[in-house]
């Protein structure tokens, strides 16, 4: 078949034709990619930067970061010119910011370095030069001798550091640079990140067993009153959420109005208890994240043609056979979005289990809040948060590989 011969104006034409609606797709999209660069992309970037930031030791003692990288470690204490070094920045930073700042991550590494920094940097600011500094320093704090502090003095001098996300993972870095399971009554974080997982999971199961009867039963039941089960699903949307968990310690406490049923109908006797522990705790977030289940298989199963279901019975199928055959796999993608995104949310929870779990219920979003509210602990609430991310991500990969990425978003 004989090639044809576009004219080059032509071709031309369409080069520029091209150009042009490229150019007005990229002018389209502007404000949406740069919307999540704003307020997606850039706060997760932070939180890395965060979780491996260590610019504490550089800013307040220059003059020692430099002294200790020279130290080969071969002797259990450094040689003469880091004591030097510290004397001189601790000295020059004295009652400076950078100062504290690099007592409170010193302190990280070990209980009492805070002290240590401030206090000898406190009277080394009122004394005259010595002609031993190992002797003065010793003087001022014996600790000044032990090879630990000096570890932890250089653990603190490189710019990045992975500490956080190895605090975050129960791990530290040993004086030799290897990396070691912390003391077992310090492992604290992977047990809460297991049970934030689990909280997750049975909200999540919990959801998804009275979810899928209850959008059936809005499919399947005559307009108003599947408007009226709509609403009634909806409803917790237009509501607080601090409302909703408010008024559920008011029902729950133990004069609350569920005892009062309760003891009323004789089926116990004496109050439950039903708040504070992780009872109150499963009831309250499933009550919430229930419509984040509803909705998505209810979606689905209003796809679902109902003659589907009519056409197995007429060749023969039993109901059940049928609705594990047709029905189930055909609102897969609803059950599949719905328990997704009732895992994700229920695994940040923060305000929830705050105000209704008790000290054993705490998930990890309380962590990350005491460490951003109360410790300023910058590096450890972002090493958390990369932690939970990661294990998020994790689960959305296995769902995404098992049931597919276009059924999870409901493109399919």
Same mark, same amino acid.
């Given at each position: 078949m004989p090639k044809l011969s576009v004219p080059a104006s032509l071709q031309q034409a369409i080069r520029q034709s091209t150009q042009r609606k490229r150019m007005i797709s990229l002018w389209l999209t502007a404000p949406l990619t740069l919307y999540i660069a704003l307020f997606f992309l850039l706060p997760i970037g932070m939180m890395f930067y965060r979780a491996v930031a260590n610019p504490e030791m550089i800013e307040a003692m220059p003059r020692t970061v430099k002294a200790l990288a020279a130290w080969q470690r071969t002797t259990a204490l450094p040689p003469a010119e880091a004591y030097q070094a510290v004397a001189d920045d601790l000295i020059a930073a004295g009652g400076s910011k950078p100062l504290g700042e690099l007592a409170r991550r010193l302190n990280y590494e070990a209980s009492g370095y805070r002290s240590l920094i401030l206090k000898t940097a406190r009277q080394l600011s009122q004394a005259e030069a010595a002609p031993d500094m190992q002797l003065r320093l010793a003087a001022i704090d014996a600790r000044w001798s032990d090879p630990e502090v000096w570890h932890a003095l250089r653990r603190l001098a490189p710019a990045y550091t992975p500490y956080y996300l190895l605090t975050a993972l129960d791990l530290r870095?040993? +004086?030799? =640079? =290897? %990396? @070691?399971r912390v003391p077992a009554d310090q492992r604290i974080y992977l047990n809460i990140l297991f049970?934030?997982?689990?909280? &997750?999971f049975i909200v999540t199961l919990l959801c998804l067993l009275l979810g899928y009867p !209850? /959008? /059936?039963?809005?499919?399947k039941a005559p307009k108003r009153l599947g408007f009226l089960l709509l609403m009634a699903v909806l409803l917790p949307f237009w509501t607080s959420l601090? &409302?909703?968990?408010? &008024? #559920? %310690?008011v029902v729950l406490q133990n004069d609350g109005l569920v005892n009062k049923l309760l003891l009323a109908l004789h089926l116990i006797d004496q109050p439950a208890e039903l708040i504070f522990n992780a009872t109150g705790l499963y009831i309250v977030m499933v009550h919430i994240l229930l419509p984040f289940m509803? !909705?998505?298989?209810? @979606? /689905?199963?209003k796809g679902v043609a109902p003659h589907f279901m009519r056409a197995s019975a007429s060749l023969g199928a039993h109901p059940v056979r049928g609705f594990f055959r047709i029905y189930l796999p055909l609102t897969m993608p609803g059950v599949g979005a719905g328990a997704l995104l009732t895992f994700i949310v229920a695994a940040g929870y923060y305000v929830t289990p705050s105000l209704v779990g008790g000290a054993k219920e705490q998930m990890l979003g309380y962590f990350i809040a005491f460490y951003t509210n109360t410790? %300023? +602990? #910058? =590096?450890? /609430?972002s090493a958390l948060g990369i932690v939970m991310l990661s294990c998020i991500m994790l689960i959305y990969l296995v769902a995404a590989r098992s049931i597919g990425v276009r059924q999870i978003v409901g493109l399919r």
């Open positions: 870095v040993t +004086n030799d =640079g =290897g %990396i @070691s049970k934030t997982v689990k909280i &997750a !209850l /959008a /059936a039963l809005m499919v601090l &409302a909703r968990t408010t &008024a #559920w %310690i509803v !909705l998505p298989i209810y @979606s /689905a199963m410790t %300023i +602990n #910058w =590096g450890m /609430a």
